[in-house]
C-alpha cells in the first residue's frame, strides 16, 4: 500500500500497540501532525516539549508499555532533551520521534535546525537520523526492539520534513537483523550453582532489588524466592514496588535518606543478592564501606553494570525474571532466625520517625495522611527533592509499578508530567504528585494539558517556600548560608490553579489536612492542587552525606 | 599498561561519533586510532590504542559493546600479532648529508618517496618502536614535518605459545 512516511509511521505505531502519543507540532513535524489528524491515534497536546517526554515516561513507568513522543526540530528536540536522559537513567523503554529540517537543508545551520543525533547520543539507547524514506519501517521496527528488549531505555528517530512527505510501500516488517545486538537473557548455570552454594552457606543474606525487577515484571519470583530463603528484601529508590511494604520481608530502602535499619541490614550482611541494581553513589554511599563482610552476588541484565561501581564475587548476566526462576528451583528452603532477629531490634529501635509541632505541619505527616486517605493504593509520582524522600519513606507502595520517581538523573519538574502520563495510562487509578513549591514551578504549564484532559491528577505541594533539599544540605554543610534557596515571592497556587481550570485549597492548619485530603481525592473531572503550607526547616533524616559509609549516618 | 582495541563496527554514519564520544564521556584516553574497511562490505574496522588497567579495559570494553552498532571488540593484548603503522617524514638533507639518510634509510627498510635539493619525503612501515627508532635516528638532520597514521593490527595465523 502506497503511502507517506508520516502515515506510514502512524500506521506502525497503531500496528506496534500504541494507543497514545504524546507532544508538540511545529514547523518540521507538520506533515506527521497532517497524517495524525486522519487517523485514531490518541495525541496528548501538551504544552511545552519536556511534559511530552516526561508524560510518555510516566505513562511507560506506570503501564509497563512504551511511551512515545513527539516534538519539532531545533527548539522542539532540545526540549525534549532533559526528559529523554530521565528515562534513560532509569532505564525506561521510550520512543522519541523528532522533525528534522529537509535533508538537503542539512548542516546548513537552517532555521530550526539543531543537530539532535548528536545531542542525545551519549542520552539515548541508540538514536536515528532517517535519511532514506526506504528505511522507515525498518528503523522503526529496530527502535522499538531495542527500546523494550535487554536494558530497556529511549531510543531516538529524527526525521527530515522530506522525508516525512515521501512515499513509500507500506508492510509492517517483521524481521529484526541487528549484527551487534543480541541481549543476553539467561543465566549461566554454572553460576547459578554458586548462588545456591553461597546461600545455603550464609547465615545473613539479603536481597536488594532495584529498578530492574520491576523492568523484567519480575516481582512474584522475586517473593517466592525471598520466601523460600527466609532472606530479607532491601530495595533501591528504583526498586520500590519490586516487593509490597507491607509484607514481613520488605526491610526498606538503602541510600542517603533510606531507613537505619534498610542500612544496617545490607551493611551487616554476609550475602547480597543483588537483582536489577546499578550500584548508583546514592544507593551505595562510599563504596570501599558498602556491605563489607558480605560477598556481593550482582545480577543484571546489563554487562557493563557488572564490575562497574562495585566488584561483584559472582556476577551473572541475565534477566532479572530468568534468574530469579532458575533459583527458586535450584534453591534449598532455609530460614535465618538468629539474623531475623537482629533485624527485628533494629526496625524496633531505629524506625522512620519525625517530630510532631503545635502549629506547624510536618511534611511526613501530610504523606502519612495522602497514604492514609487512598489506603496505599493510589499511584505515586514525585518530584525531586525532600518531596520525594518523603513520599519514599512514608508512603507504603504494594505492588510494581505504583511509585513513579526519577532517581538517577534527579530532574525536578518531573512530577506532575509524569503523572499526566501515569493518568492517562490508568484512567480508573487515583494519581497523585507528591510536589514541593520549587519543582512544581518547574513544569506549572501542563495544568492547561491536564485540565483538557480532564484529568483529576492530585497534586499535593509540601510548601516551604524554599527549595528545601538543597536548604537542608546548606544548613548541614554550608554554614547554614542559604544562598538562592529561599523564596522570597511565591505564586499563589489557588489563582493559579483557577487560571487553569483546576480545583484548588489551601491548607494551613494540621486538622484542615485530613478533610482537604478527602475533598481532593473526591473530584474527578480535573486537577486539584492542595497547597500546604509545611514546616520550612524541616529535614529529610536519616541522612548519610554523599560519599560517606554507614558510621556517618545522622538519624536525627 | 597500553591495550590495543579491535572494533569491528557496522558501517553506518555516526558510528566513530558514538564511539568517541563513549571514550570522552567515559574518561578513557585514545592513543592511536585507524578507521578503515573490511573484507565484508558494510562492516568497518576501528583500531584503539587506550592506557588503562584491567578493570578499566573491561569495562571500555563492555561500553563499546552497548553501543548497537559495535558488533565485535577484540583486545589484542598479549596475542601475537602483527602491528603496522605508516609514517611520512620530511627530512632537511643537502648533498654533505644525503648519503648518510640513504643508509639509514636502507637500514631501516624505509623508502625515500620524494627528493628536493633541501629534503627528502621517507615513507616507513612497522610497529611503533620501529617508526621511533627511526624517527630518533633522523632528528639530528632536522625533521621538517611528520605524518603518522594509527596502529592497525592483526592476529598472527599460527600461535606458537598457543595460549589461547
Known sequence: MQMTVAEAIIKFLQEEGVDIIFGYPGGSVIGFYDALYDSSLKHVLVRHEQGAAHAADGYARSTGKVGVCVATSGPGATNLVTGIATAYMDSIPLIAITGQVKTSALGKDSFQEVDTQGITMPITKHNYLLKNPNDALKVFKEAFYIATTGRKGPVLIDVPTDVFASKINYSYPTKIDLLGYKPNYDPHPMQLKKVVKLIKEAEKPVILAGGGVIGSEASKELLTFAEKINAPVVITLMGKGAISEDHDLYCGFVGMHGPAYANYTINDSDLVIAIGVRFSDRSTGKVETFAPNAKIVHIDIDPAEIGKNVVPYIPIVADAKRALEKLIEMVEPKQNPMWWEKIKDWKERYPLKYRWSDGEIKPQYVVEKIYEKTKGDAIVVTEVGQNQMWAAQYYKVKRPRQFITSGGLGTMGFGFPAAIGAQMGNRDKIVIDIAGDGSIQMNIQELATASAEKLPIKIFILNNSCLGMVRQWQELFYNKKYACTLFDVAPDFEKLAEAYGAYSRKVTRAEELEETIEWALNINNAPVIVDIKVAKEENVFPMIPAGGSIDKMMID | ?164
Open chain 2, 1 to 164: 599498561m597500553q591495550h590495543t582495541l579491535s572494533l569491528l563496527v557496522e558501517n553506518k554514519p555516526g558510528v566513530l561519533a558514538r564511539i568517541a564520544g563513549l571514550f570522552s564521556r567515559r574518561g578513557y584516553n585514545i592513543e592511536s586510532l585507524a578507521v578503515n574497511t573490511t573484507e565484508v562490505p558494510n562492516l568497518s574496522r576501528i583500531t584503539l590504542v587506550v592506557l588503562g588497567d584491567e578493570r578499566v579495559l573491561e569495562q571500555i570494553t563492555k561500553q563499546a559493546y552497548k553501543l548497537i552498532e559495535v558488533v565485535k571488540v577484540n583486545d589484542f593484548t598479549g596475542v601475537p600479532m602483527v602491528e603496522r603503522e605508516l609514517a611520512l617524514i620530511k627530512v632537511k638533507s643537502d648533498a654533505s648529508t644525503r648519503r648518510a639518510i640513504i643508509d639509514l634509510v636502507e637500514i631501516f627498510r624505509a623508502n625515500i618517496v620524494d627528493v628536493s635539493d633541501k629534503d627528502l619525503i621517507i615513507e616507513i612501515t612497522g610497529d611503533s618502536e620501529k617508526i621511533d627508532a627511526f624517527k630518533k635516528n633522523l632528528e639530528p638532520y632536522g625533521i621538517k614535518e611528520m605524518v603518522r597514521t594509527g596502529k592497525i593490527v592483526m592476529e598472527r595465523g599460527m600461535n606458537l605459545n598457543n595460549n589461547k
